[in-house]
Every structure is written in C-alpha cells, then in structure tokens.
C-alpha cells in the first residue's frame, strides 16, 4: 500500500475530515490534501506527529516499506501492536515490546533470552536442541548484541529485577515456589479478568504496557498454576487454569 493510501485509510478510520486531520498534526488541510493526492509526503517530523498521535509505526505509515525484526531476539515484528516503545509513547521500531519497554531492555542475558525464546519455539517443526542452535547463532548477530556494551544498564535493571524477586518471595505464599526467574510479559496476553467479592469483575493491567512475571505450578500439583506479575508500582499474585482459565486474585499490592 502506497503512503497517500495508508494516510488516508488512517484519516477515514478515525472519522476525520481533512481539516480535523490537519489540526491534530498541526498542518494545513491543503497539506492532508496534497499527501492523500500523492502530490508530497509528510515530512519526517510530521511522520513523527503521525505516529504518535495514531499510534501507528513509521514504517507502516510508510506502506511497511521495510521487514522489520528486533534487535534483540530476532522475533519478526509484522504487526505494530508487537513494536516497542520509548517511555514518552513513541515507537521504536528496532526491537519488539518483550525485548524493550518504556526506554528499558529487559533482558542482558543472552543465555537466558534464549532460554525464554526456546520455549516458545519447541514445535512440530522446532526440536529443542534445533531451537537452541538457532538462536545461539543469530542472536550474535543482532544490532542490540553486537553494541550490548554501548546500549546496556550495566546491570541496573538486572538489580531491580533480584530485588522484585527478593520482594515476592518474601510474601511466602502458602503452595508457591520460590520466584527464580521474572521475563517480560505484555500486558494484553496476561490482562486476566478477577472477580472481586463485591461480585464485580476487574482487570489491574494495561494491554499495551509490559510486566515482568512468571508462571509456576503449585507445590500442592493439580490443574492451578500460580501468576507472579510486577512492574515499579506493584506486585501481583493470582492463581488459574489452563489458559487462564478460572482466575483468582490472591495478592494486589503496591510497592
């Protein structure tokens, strides 16, 4: 799809006129009128408006002209919805939102990225030991990898990460392992519904933000798992079925 294309689909989408679209990205309506003509495209500060006004890549504003994959873990990032972004809500489209949220990479652990990726991977067509040696060769390859002194913490997220791992299992819930590991999970995959005692039903999490969480199996066995998710404002404990299936609150709390 051509730019003047996607800017027009983006435009009648939002059930705008030219003249709406120009005041929310702070052009003229000739402007708007010459882009969806074909006549100019916007500049690359007003690419920039664009995006994050309609929360929509660059890339895709662009017609996707490149194949974007993160720099990270080499996922392919075909949707936007799976791009990352910077804390102030632009995208950044090197990498994928596990990988990197809100300004922060989340892993600086080669060997643990691969862990996590490995287990999403194991398939059919996916033995475990195929995975692992894919990944152990591309990963080296990628933009975040090979400049990992340059853009890493230094092991400051790594920090917050031991701590919010030391604070959770200081909790002691009764039937719950000890928390060894905390990965990046999206809010929209992990988002599950509670119902409180007042008989309401309530979500705590944001679909578009990531957490750091894990799943573990009860002590006790059966069908429930036990749901550790966390971020710098808060802990959260659940237990549920398959899929999520049935959840229950056990733990909100604010850090």
Known sequence: MEIKDVLKNLRESNNLTQDQMADRVMVTRQ?????ENGETQPSTDTLK???????ISINT???SPRHLICQCCGMPLGEDEMISKESDGSFNEDYCKWCYADGTYTYDDMDNLIDVCVGHMVSDQYTEEQARAYMKQ???GLDYWKRFEELSDHGQFAKFKKQLIEEINELQIEGMPKV???NALVGKYVNLEY???NGMKVKFLDDRKT??????ESEF??????GVLADMDFILICTYEKEGANPELLLYRKR
Request: charged content about 20%; hydrophobic content about 40%; proline content about 6%.
């Open 31 to 35: 402007a708007v009128s010459r882009w």
């Open 49 to 55: 408006i664009l995006s994050k006004e309609f929360n």
């Open 61 to 63: 504003l662009l017609g």
């Open 138 to 140: 591309i990963l080296p």
């Open 180 to 182: 060894e590991k905390l």
């Open 195 to 197: 119902r409180l005692p």
């Open 211 to 216: 957490y750091l969480g894990n799943q573990l």
């Open 221 to 226: 066995g059966g069908e429930r798992c036990f």
